[in-house]
């Protein structure tokens, strides 16, 4: 991966990360995928087997849930402080009132 792509990934998830509501006790950033395995989520795997993350600074953990709703349950329940999944779960919690926000969007 060349310096280009590897700043796009840092900031990227700095980005997110610096959007979260409060780190864990522990300092640590939790992001939920909904299904770690899948084709979908692997600029967030890339970002953390690659060391990315802790290059900025972040100390982040990847977790996963068999689908994206699961993800967003743990989000609304503050176990942990961000989700990557698609934006159209953002536009459906907006609508039930829920303040959430799509901080960063793959193309």
């Given at each position: 991966?060349?310096?280009i792509?590897k700043?796009?990934?840092?900031?990227?998830?700095?980005?997110?990360?610096?959007?979260?509501t409060?780190?864990?006790a522990?300092?640590k950033?939790?992001i939920?995928?909904g299904?770690?395995?899948?084709i979908i989520?692997?600029?967030?795997?890339?970002?953390?087997?690659?060391g990315?993350?802790?290059?900025?600074?972040?100390?982040?953990?990847i977790?996963s849930?068999p689908?994206?709703?699961?993800?967003?349950?743990?989000?609304l329940?503050?176990a942990v402080?961000?989700?990557?999944?698609?934006?159209?779960?953002?536009i459906?919690?907006?609508?039930?009132g829920k303040?959430?926000?799509?901080?960063?969007?793959?193309?």
């Amino acid at each position: 991966m060349n310096a280009i792509s590897k700043g796009v990934f840092a900031v990227m998830f700095a980005t997110l990360a610096a959007a979260g509501t409060v780190r864990a006790a522990d300092g640590k950033l939790s992001i939920m995928v909904g299904g770690a395995t899948k084709i979908i989520y692997l600029p967030a795997r890339l970002t953390e087997q690659l060391g990315y993350f802790k290059e900025e600074g972040l100390d982040v953990e990847i977790l996963s849930q068999p689908a994206g709703v699961d993800a967003e349950n743990e989000l609304l329940a503050g176990a942990v402080q961000g989700v990557v999944g698609f934006y159209d779960h953002t536009i459906d919690l907006q609508s039930k009132g829920k303040e959430v926000e799509a901080v960063v969007v793959f193309g």
